[in-house]
């Protein structure tokens, strides 16, 4: 079966950086795109980013030129640099599989068209 752990969060300082990983396991990586979602308190989960199993990638607005999203195949894990980070980039990170074809220079696929998902780890922007 297929399992994705997330690490790499924490506490940072607005304008800095830090870097998540997603770390697969069960299944070949390059069959999947790799999704990024956060949910803050009292919002909804929204997609962050994308990187199909070709290496095309997408980003919300709010992280585009922010946010860098990687894979290594060879090492079954997934990446989410984010540097500038803002306090509204406060959440919960999950990063979540997706076997099936997405649409490059599309929009970013919906949570519901994901199939496996991490257990989320903990980003904190503050001063």
């Known amino acids: 079966q297929l399992q994705l752990v997330e690490s790499g969060g924490g506490l940072v300082q607005p304008g800095g950086s830090l870097r998540l990983s997603c770390a697969v396991s069960?299944?070949?990586?390059?069959?999947?795109?790799i999704g990024w979602f956060r949910q803050a308190p009292g919002k909804e989960r929204e997609g962050v980013s994308c990187?199909?199993?070709?290496?095309?990638?997408m980003y919300a607005d709010s992280v585009k030129g922010r946010f860098t999203i990687s894979r290594d195949d060879a090492k079954n894990t997934v990446y989410l640099q984010m540097n500038s980070l803002k306090p509204e980039d406060t959440a919960i990170y999950y990063c979540a599989a997706l076997r099936g074809e997405v649409v490059p220079d599309g929009p970013l696929p919906y949570s519901y068209e994901y199939d496996n998902w991490g257990q989320g780890i903990q980003v904190t922007v503050s001063s």
């Open positions: 990187i199909t199993s070709d290496g095309d990638t």
């Open positions: 069960g299944f070949p990586l390059n069959y999947y795109a």
